[in-house]
């Protein structure tokens, strides 16, 4: 498996947040989460089902608004930020989801000029081709440029997914469960795609995940979510030296060898 | 079942109070009122999405035409067979295209063709973008930085109010070679006269009056659709649920426009 061998900037925070907090009616998920991501970095949140891994990322990109606390993007203010400031940043954070949300009416190639023709006006069509050809490239997908998602494999639409999302070249990729539900070994592919995104695209990133194969691979850190914050942070190996029993449950059910 | 197990889902079941129904219907109208709002902010700001635009009307119009075709054919031959025996026992079967005219032009055409819509197409709006909200693509269009609501749902409101004005009138001169197919049959009358007694008692104002009505309808079809679909809970029981809402909702809305534009077209007869 490839491992990570990337420079972190530890001078500059792409995010930073600071007490967030976030309910579903009396349902509390997040309770006052405190999480800096540095330049170059690739943190992995660990958490079970329900714990609220994945509302972090949709408060991050905006889709979600934060019941309290501090959620700083890139300079940006996401909590208190305009339609229009929120529709720029967005530009320059790329995410990838659970279930790839391809756009399944449109042609693999339809699905990467959507975000492009729409936020790079003036783009020659030679210059669209190109940078479709490219990131497919990236992503070592380039045969199927043609065809519609329903005719792709889960592994070809994860990656057809990041891949949609690096054409806009951002600075910050959200992954949301990378692995769910591929086989091992396509699982393997996909952690070393998140190492080289980092490494080819210079991307810091926050991977959403319960798998820990995925975690040892791709994390630089690991942050535990439990019970709406997150109790263990650090290098994989620090955050599962623990005494702490749920810590030690979730590390026994994943089988990691 | 125990007593408590048996009160809890007694509890889940029960409907929730009144004074709860009535906020909420309160709540839904205003955001119904907001999702109108924001179309007219949005549609007719850049960027324009033309090309999908056009594709919609050639979605919503061309592949209605069939279905159009058929219908009106039918309203105009029965319109105009289940005229017959009364006019007849007047003496007046020559009042037949007259009657048929004005019935079709200012209130079967547009009315048929509005509910043939919200039919085939407020369902299908409703069940795509529905579809898409529930497998989170609106959700990656938004994190794309693209404007989901211009590309899916102004368009898709746009195409249904240039287009089901354009079927309205398409309906219309359909029913009425229905209508002369039977006249033809039974009194063998010419073509040309037929048209000319057809269009006779028709004045602007009922086309325009029909072409108005039925943009307004195009535009419920489509704002319905696209709201039930943007709205939809989650999984595919949610997404079924918005297609099945979609056509109810806009069929009625249609009926209930209908008797007031009927009402507002009166005062300037």
């Known amino acids: 498996m490839e491992q990570n061998k990337h420079e972190i900037d530890y001078s500059e925070k792409v995010i930073s947040i600071k007490g967030l907090e976030k309910s579903f009616g009396d349902y509390h998920v997040l309770r006052g989460i405190d999480l800096d991501l540095y330049k170059g970095e690739n943190l992995v949140v660990l958490g079970r089902s329900g714990t609220g891994k994945s509302v972090l990322i949709k408060i991050i990109s905006g889709l979600l608004k934060a019941d309290r606390g501090d959620v700083n993007v890139l300079g940006q203010d996401v909590v208190n930020i305009t339609t229009e400031d929120l529709q720029e940043l967005r530009r320059r954070i790329g995410f990838s989801f659970q279930n790839s949300a391809l756009y399944d009416s449109m042609t693999v190639r339809k699905n990467l000029e959507f975000p492009l023709v729409r936020n790079r006006k003036n783009l020659r069509r030679k210059e669209i081709d190109e940078m479709v050809e490219r990131v497919l490239d990236a992503v070592g997908l380039k045969q199927t440029i043609n065809q519609m998602p329903a005719e792709l494999s889960g592994g070809q639409r994860k990656r057809i997914g990041i891949a949609r999302t690096l054409i806009l070249r951002p600075e910050i990729m959200l992954y949301d469960e990378p692995t769910a539900g591929l086989d091992p070994i396509t699982c393997i592919e996909i952690n070393n795609l998140i190492n080289r995104v980092q490494e080819n695209f210079n991307t810091s990133s926050i991977i959403i995940t319960h798998d820990l194969t995925c975690a040892k691979a791709t994390g630089d850190r690991v942050a535990m979510l439990l019970d709406g914050q997150f109790q263990r942070q650090g290098k994989f190996d620090e955050v599962f030296a623990t005494d702490d029993e749920r810590v030690k449950q979730f590390y026994n059910y994943n089988f990691i060898q | ?269």
Do not use: H
């Open chain 2, 1 to 269: 079942m125990d007593t408590k197990n048996s009160t809890s889902v007694l509890a889940a079941n029960a409907k929730p109070p009144a004074s709860r129904r009535f906020a909420k219907f309160f709540t839904d109208v205003y955001d119904v009122y907001r999702f109108i709002v924001r179309f007219f902010k949005e549609a007719f700001v850049p960027p324009y999405e033309f090309k999908e635009l056009i594709k919609q009307c050639y979605e919503i119009g061309v592949r209605s035409f069939l279905l159009i075709s058929v219908t009106g054919f039918i309203v105009g031959l029965i319109f105009t067979k289940q005229s017959r025996p009364s006019l007849l026992q007047f003496g007046a079967t020559s009042w037949i295209p007259s009657l048929v005219s004005i019935a079709i032009m200012r209130a079967l055409a547009p009315l048929v063709t509005a509910l043939i819509s919200a039919g085939r197409v407020g369902s299908s709006i409703g069940a795509e973008i529905g579809s898409m909200r529930v497998t989170e693509q609106i959700d990656a269009m938004e994190v794309s930085g693209t404007k989901p609501f211009n590309y899916l749902v102004c368009v898709r409101v746009l195409a249904t109010t240039i287009t089901i004005p354009i079927l309205a009138i398409y309906n219309g001169l359909v029913a009425m070679l229905g209508g002369y197919l039977n006249v033809a049959v039974n009194e063998g009358t010419s073509f040309s006269t037929y048209v000319q007694q057809f269009f006779q008692p028709l004045g602007f104002i009922d086309f325009e009056s029909s072409i108005i009505k039925s943009m307004v309808f195009g535009f419920t079809i489509g704002i319905v659709g696209s709201y039930k679909g943007w709205n939809s809970s989650s999984g595919t029981a949610g997404v079924g649920k918005a297609a099945n809402s979609a056509v109810v909702t806009a069929m009625f809305l249609v009926f209930i426009e209908e008797v007031i534009i009927v009402q507002i077209t009166g005062w300037f007869r």
